[in-house]
T-cell receptor, first 112, second 112 residues
Framework: DVKVTQSSRYLVKRTGEKVFLECVQD?????MFWYRQDPGLGLRLIYF???????EKGDIPEGYSVSREKKERFSLILESASTNQTSMYLC???????????FGEGSRLTVL | GENVEQHPSTLSVQEGDSAVIKCTYS??????FPWYKQELGKGPQLIID?????GEKKDQRIAVTLNKTAKHFSLHITETQPEDSAVYFC???????????FGKGNQVVVIP
């Protein structure tokens, strides 16, 4: 069964902390994505990657960076967390640009 | 970039009735239109998609219609069941899965 695993379901961090959100997929997918989900705003694309060490900005990349050192792993980094980054973060992967997106269960981040 | 509007935001239906969710998009170059279902505590899951070379697609109780001229597409669920209760997201993109623009989501409640 296909699987996208996000390492932390719930995190609480303080303003200014560096935060790492990890995502691993076991489907050998080329493409991986980080979305942010907020009530009333839907899903918004932060960054995506179509190959190892490759990344492209999505619609809301400010305040975030990403790392993809291995094909199966895509990390989202908040260099200095702020309260307006309190949100649900969803990782997804797909087989190229035409396959469906497979989502993880999400990581709910609270920044105090 | 692409902008997707989704209506209504909440929809309540009696079990056995039909539900229709409508989305409009802004970029005439968009050619891929998926629908995702998100159950409580889970990540979104693809339920049906359509490409711009067809006008309608069906899968059991679910169908999607596309009107390229008017730039809108709709999800139709017939004979609704309690397990259809969820948040539904429409999305559109000119680039396949890359840079999908999601709508804000519809909460569908099926009343037994």
């Amino acid at each position: 069964d296909v699987k996208v695993t996000q390492s932390s379901r719930y995190l609480v961090k303080r303003t200014g902390e560096k935060v790492f959100l990890e995502c691993v997929q076991d489907m050998d997918h080329e493409n991986m994505f980080w979305y942010r989900q907020d009530p009333g705003l839907g899903l918004r694309l932060i960054y995506f990657s179509y190959d190892v060490k490759m990344k492209e900005k999505g619609d809301i990349p400010e305040g975030y960076s990403v790392s993809r050192e291995k094909k199966e792993r895509f990390s989202l980094i908040l260099e200095s967390a702020s309260t307006n980054q309190t949100s649900m973060y969803l990782c997804a992967s797909s087989l190229g640009a035409t396959g469906e997106l497979f989502f993880g269960e999400g990581s709910r981040l609270t920044v105090l | 970039g692409e902008n997707v509007e989704q209506h209504p935001s909440t929809l309540s239906v009696q079990e056995g009735d039909s539900a229709v969710i409508k989305c409009t998009y802004s970029d005439s170059a968009s050619n891929y239109f998926p629908w995702y279902k998100q159950e409580l505590g889970k990540g979104p899951q693809l339920i049906i998609d359509i490409r711009s070379n067809v006008g309608e697609k069906k899968d059991q109780r679910i169908a999607v219609t596309l009107n390229k001229t008017a730039k809108h597409f709709s999800l139709h669920i017939t004979e609704t069941q309690p397990e259809d209760s969820a948040v539904y997201f429409c999305a559109a993109s000119p680039y396949g899965n890359n840079r999908l623009a999601f709508g804000k989501g519809n909460q569908v409640v099926v009343i037994p």
